[in-house]
Each structure stands twice: as C-alpha cells, then as structure tokens.
Antibody
C-alpha cells in the first residue's frame, strides 16, 4: 500500500524558513517523480514543485521560484521542501504527491499545515 | 502559469449526469493528452479520478469519464450519487514541464 506522510508544518513568522518532509513507502521510490501541491484554507489546489526520480530535475511554480527548494534522498525514501522568505500568502496545507506513470499525481499524503503569521 | 478555468459550481439530482468543463490554452490542455481530474471531499486529500484525459485508475467507478476537445477538457459524472458531492479539480501538464490546476468546481447533489 502506497503511503505518503508529510511532517514539518508549524507556525512561522513572515520572512522565516521551514523544511517540510515527506516519507514514502509501499512503492519503488526511486522510480518516480514526486510533487508538492498546496491549498490555502478554503481555496483551491496550487501545484508548487516537482522533482524527477533521480533528483536531477526540479521545476517550480512562479509563485515560489527562488524561495523554495525541492530535494530528495532515495536512500531514505523521502523528499524535502525547503521554504525560505515565507510570506502570509504561503499559508496553506502542503500535500506531497507521487507522480504516476504518465503526468498525473496518483497518490497523495494527508497534508501538513504551514501557517505564516506574526 | 494561469490556472485552468472551471465553473465554480455544478449541481444535479440523484441519477442525473453532470459535466464539468476545464479550459486552458494550447500550452497546456490543448497541447497534450495529459489532463487529469481529482476529487476532494472536505477535510480529505485529493484522489485521482481520471488521467491522460480518459483513463480511470483501478478502483474508480465507471460513472466517471473524461474527454477533451481543443483547449477544453471535461469530466462527466453519470448516475449522480450523494457520495459524489465534493470538489473536483482538473490539472494539465504544461509546455514548461510544470503542472497547473483548475480553480475547482463544487458539485452539489440536490
């Protein structure tokens, strides 16, 4: 059974930094692209970033480019989202998702809440 | 990276069919057969319903079907049931190798 478990969500002040972790199990981790998707409370889904199976390629939404860094450790079956220069607009549930065989996101974690507030 | 356009809400009676549209551009929806659809119940994580425009993952009811014409993709729910009341999101691969979501559609079963 595929499982994705996010952690690291907390309350942080504007301008601060935070690292989210997603631990994966139940599939051959280093065969798949991984994604982060966020959802502000009461709002829609916003794609944030993806990382290729080997970590050699990363892509970002314009809203986070230059501030967020997506990385992975295939030995630990984990991905990480380093978030810097946080603003109140980054307040959201952050979901980790597994890339499917094509371009879809076929499994999702339960999310971790990041609140940026003074 | 503008969001894909979906209607804010769609409603129908039990047993009816409804269709949700998802409009993008030639750089996303219209340029690739990589549109996917997700269902999200309140307080829950999204769930994949349709991938590559028309394909259903194992375990997803055949009451859900997808299609595409030019820059607009569509999700049809047939035989609407109370459990289908949820938010639905489309997503597409883009020419920048990123992904983009629609704004979401709230489905209400009357």
């Amino acid at each position: 059974e595929v499982q994705l478990v996010e952690s690291g969500g907390v309350v942080v002040q504007p301008g601060g930094s935070l690292r989210l972790t997603c631990a994966a199990s139940g599939f051959t981790f280093d065969d798949y692209t991984m994604h982060w998707v966020r959802q502000a409370p009461g709002k829609g889904l916003e794609w944030v970033s993806l990382i290729t199976w080997d970590g050699g390629g990363t892509y970002y939404a314009d809203s986070v480019k230059g501030r967020f860094t997506f990385s992975r450790d295939n030995r630990k079956n984990s991905v990480y989202l380093q978030m810097n220069s946080l603003t109140t607009e980054d307040t959201a549930f952050y979901y980790c998702a597994k890339g499917g065989g094509g371009y879809e996101l076929d499994y999702w974690g339960q999310g971790t809440l990041v609140t940026v507030s003074s | 990276q503008s969001a894909l356009t979906q209607p804010a809400s769609v409603s129908g009676s039990p047993g009816q069919s409804i269709t949700i549209s998802c409009t993008g551009t030639s750089s996303d929806v219209g340029g690739y057969n990589y549109v996917s659809w997700y269902q999200q119940h309140p307080g829950k994580a999204p769930k994949l319903l349709i991938y590559e425009v028309t394909n259903r993952p194992s375990g997803v009811s055949n009451r859900f079907s997808g299609s595409k014409s030019a820059n607009t993709a569509s999700l049809t729910i047939s035989g609407l049931q109370a459990e289908d009341e949820a938010d639905y999101y489309c997503s597409s691969y883009t020419s920048s190798s990123t992904r983009v979501f629609g704004g979401g559609t709230k489905v209400t079963v009357l």
